[in-house]
């Protein structure tokens, strides 16, 4: 029996996030192009500056990010490397707080301010209850990370975004999972007056039939639940111990395994 674990829900092959930091005012505009185009993504917001030029509001977040994910950026914005380790579990924890009351739903993701970390930062992360954190450092690919603490993203959107995007459209599916992650700040379109860029991306990538929009913590979820699946000695009785359903192809074929279900793999061909 062949299984492979290459499956987004609902048996897609490829999946699309988009990450933008800061949450400046320029961030309605930019969830205003993602939500005409239906693409999902995830917003880490500083709550020291909220409320201040040029951030958005604290009473416009829930409602502005609806349908995305809020996640932590640090209170204020620091270089986490140049501060105690006891001012970075404040920073992030703060920022989770003030975020978690905004949002009214556990806030789980992070990206490093300036993109700067070390090994002891990344080591206390799980500790502070950050499942993922995502970093600068862009590999032009479309793997999925072995190491969602430090996850790298496809590109910056200033760094050929149609290209590669027209890439991962034609990338012809080998049995292995596609991810394609952006990330930028909404001020750099206004700065730039480049909007059409992001526009014309969302317009290439809305609405293919085998890609997952997704946030970020959407995509961690599911491949926590994916690598968590239990199976038999034989390989043939599978487990689903997550709260999520997820998919997986067994002998080329699409098989749904449920929250909590128990599947005889045998029976489903």
């Known amino acids: 029996m062949d299984i492979k674990f290459d499956l987004f829900p ?16 320029f961030d309605r505009k930019l969830v205003e192009i993602f939500n ?20 958005i509001s604290p009473d416009e977040v829930a409602k502005l990010y609806e349908g995305h994910e809020v996640a932590v950026h640090t209170k204020t914005h620091p270089f986490l490397d140049c501060i105690p380790l006891e001012a970075v579990v404040e920073e992030i924890l703060e920022d989770r707080k003030n975020l978690e009351r905004l949002v009214g739903y556990p806030v789980k993701g992070m990206s490093y301010p300036y993109g700067v970390y070390n090994e002891e930062i990344v080591n206390i992360l799980p500790s502070l209850g950050i499942e993922y954190a995502r970093t600068v450092n862009s590999h032009h690919d479309f793997r999925i990370p072995s190491n969602f603490l430090t996850w790298a993203p496809t590109c910056h959107h200033d760094d050929n975004l149609l290209e590669l995007g027209r890439k991962f459209l034609e990338y012809e599916y080998k049995g292995k999972l596609k991810l394609m992650y952006v990330w930028g700040h909404s001020f750099e379109f206004e700065r730039k007056n480049n909007w059409h860029l992001i526009e014309s991306f969302c317009k290439l990538m809305s609405g293919k039939d085998d890609i997952w929009y997704a946030t970020n913590i959407e995509i961690v979820r599911y491949i926590k639940a994916l690598r968590s699946l239990q199976f038999s000695a034989n390989g043939d009785i599978v487990y689903n111990p997550s709260a999520i359903s ?13 929250s909590g279900e128990i599947v005889n793999l045998q029976g489903q061909l």
Do not use: C
């Open 246 to 258: 997820v998919w997986i192809s067994v002998n080329g074929q699409s098989v749904k395994i449920k």
């Open 36 to 55: 005409e185009y239906g693409i999902k993504g995830t917003f880490h917001l500083n709550s020291g500056n909220l409320g201040r030029e040029p951030f």
């Open 10 to 25: 609902f048996g897609k092959t490829k999946a699309l996030t988009m990450s933008y930091d800061d949450g400046q005012i």
